[in-house]
Each structure stands twice: as structure tokens, then as C-alpha cells.
């Protein structure tokens, strides 16, 4: 079975994008043939600055590598190096409806906050149905907000065998429930575009200083509070165990633990739990060479499996000339 699944290179990787996706595809790679990549193309609707966009993709991979992703076991990859995956989109959106397009989430929050989009963002669900596709994908690890774009895909796919014969996998959505929508510092979904995020990479200071700024209520010290309604906790307890968890509820519900507390030992998790990776990632920060390799590598033998899909579809659809 294929697992694949992708982040953009469009802002420094945070612990909704480790919790939601990242720790999926480190678990996955040792039991499937995982495909994990870098948007680049994706991240085009919003990066207009060439140099940032190109650094940004190293880091990513970087950041990957850091995280435990293996290319000893995974194919990890840059979505450009596979320029098929293009040919694939198009292909593809000659079979999208526009109505399925419009209502996808990306393009309908930019027009109902009355900001005009372009062409690419409208049409990103297709490129994302592209990338899934050309690698006849079976699993796709992502966190909730991207359900709708696997089942978008799975939508395309089915009207392509219909039309033209079986040809595409249809792909399934992994979702893990207790992870699914990972809470920022202001409470709402944790997203590189709400800056609210609590980044893995970053200097202590400013991860202490991130964690210090989490929203919660004005309950005093003395008196006793809700973890269920507290970010606080809610972040805390992806990083306890069951029995630190249980013990940090308590605290909560006798009353007596400031919030400044909780946020403290937040601190301490989130230290701890990243420490190898973090120590890892300056590491290879020295050696960029060796991510630049692992990419290259990975491109090839991701390539070649694009190449037959694209074969397969080319033939279907009758623009394959011999
Ligand atoms: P962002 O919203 O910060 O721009 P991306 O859209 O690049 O993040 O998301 C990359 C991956 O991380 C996707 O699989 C996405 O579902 C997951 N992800 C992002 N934010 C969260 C979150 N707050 N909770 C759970 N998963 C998330
Ligand atoms: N759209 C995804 C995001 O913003 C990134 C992505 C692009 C992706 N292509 C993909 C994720 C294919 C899974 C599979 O997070």
C-alpha cells in the first residue's frame, strides 16, 4: 500500500502540522511504501518571492529529516522535480466541474472575505488531486482540514474511470480523531495563516514566549477550572502520557494552579518531546548538501512511478501518439 501526503513550503512547520500530518507519515513509512513531498507548486499561490520560496523548500525537507522521515524507508521528494504531475492536472480539470471547485474551502473563505483569488488557487485542488493520483496513492495522512481535497480527489478519479476505463487508484483520507484539528495560541485551528502557531524549530525564548501568550480565561489561581475548555491543556496532553495527563486534570479541577503554571510545564513537554529533533535539524542545517541528495534521489524514483501512471493515462484519454 501507498501512503503519500504533502506540506507546502510556505511558513515554518508548526506542532498542528506535526500532530495533524508529519508524526502520520514517520509511522507509516515502516509499514508502506510512504510518498511524502514538498509543495512547491502549491505554495506558488502564495509565495511571489523566487529566493524565499526556493530556501524555504530546502528547509522544509530539512525539517522533514529532522522530524525521523527516512529515506532509507520513504521517497521524499520536491513536487517540481515531477513535472508530470502538471500534465496530470490538466488532464484531470478537463473532468472537474466548476461548482465542485467552488466549493472547496481554500477558494470560498478568499471570495467571502473579499479578496480576489487567481486561477491557481481556484484550480488547487486539482494540482493536490494530481499529486495523489499520478502515485496511485491508497492512503493520504492529513489533518481534517484537508478531507474535502481527498474527497474532491477521489470524485476525479471516478469520473476519469468512467470515462475512459479503470485507470486511477481511488484514494482514502487517514484521519486520526484525537489529532484531527490541533489548537493555536489564540484558540482557534493552529494555521500559518492565523499566526497562532507554536513552531518546532524556533528559538527556546521564543517557543516559551509563544507558549506564555496561549489564550485562557480570567478564572482566578485559587479556583478550579475546566482543562476540556483550556488550549493549555488541550496541547499539554499531546504530549503527556495518560498517567501525566490524568495528574494535570486534577491540578485543574482542585483549584489552587495558576494557568502561568500549566503553560510552564507545557514548556517543559514541548522541550523534551522535540529535543532530539531539534538537535537533529541544526545538524543538518550544516549540511545541506546531504538534503539536497536525499531530494534529488527521491525525485527519480518518485519520477519514474509518475511516468507510468502518466502512460497509462496518456493511452486512456487518447493523447498518447506512439
Ligand atoms: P497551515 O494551515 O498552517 O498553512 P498546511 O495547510 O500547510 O498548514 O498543512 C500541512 C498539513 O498539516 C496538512 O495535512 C494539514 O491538514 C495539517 N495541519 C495543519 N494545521 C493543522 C492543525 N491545526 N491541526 C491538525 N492538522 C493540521
Ligand atoms: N494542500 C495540502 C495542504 O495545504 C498540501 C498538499 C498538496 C497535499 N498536495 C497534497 C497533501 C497531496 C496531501 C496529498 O496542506
Known sequence: MRALS?????????????FGAIRQYVELQHEHDGFFFIANYHA????????????????????????GLDPQKATIFVQSDVPEVTELTWILSTL??????ERCHAYKDKVTQGLSADHGLFAYPVLMAADILIYDSHLVPV??????HVEVTRDIAER???TYGQTLVLPEPLILEDTAVIVGVDGRKMSK??????????????????????????TPVEDPKDPEKCSVYALYSLFADDEQRAQMSQRYIRGGMGYGEAKKELFGQFMEYFAEARKRREELAQDMGY????????????????????LRVRKACGVYMG
Open 6 to 18: 504533502g506540506v507546502q513550503p510556505s511558513g515554518k512547520i508548526h506542532i498542528g502540522n506535526y
Open 44 to 67: 506558488l499561490t502564495s509565495i511571489r518571492d523566487g529566493e524565499e520560496l526556493h530556501r524555504q523548500t530546502l528547509e522544509l525537507a530539512a525539517d522533514y529529516l529532522a522530524l
Open 96 to 101: 472537474t466541474p466548476m461548482g465542485l471547485l
Open 143 to 148: 489533518g481534517q482540514d484537508q478531507k474535502q
Open 160 to 162: 476519469f474511470n468512467n
Open 193 to 218: 495563516s492565523y499566526d497562532n502557531t507554536i513552531c518546532i524549530f524556533d528559538p527556546e525564548k521564543q517557543v516559551r514566549k509563544r507558549i506564555m501568550s496561549i489564550v485562557t480565561d480570567s
Open 291 to 310: 538534503v539536497m541528495t536525499v531530494l534529488k534521489e527521491g525525485a527519480s524514483r518518485a519520477r519514474e512511478v509518475a511516468q507510468q501512471t502518466m
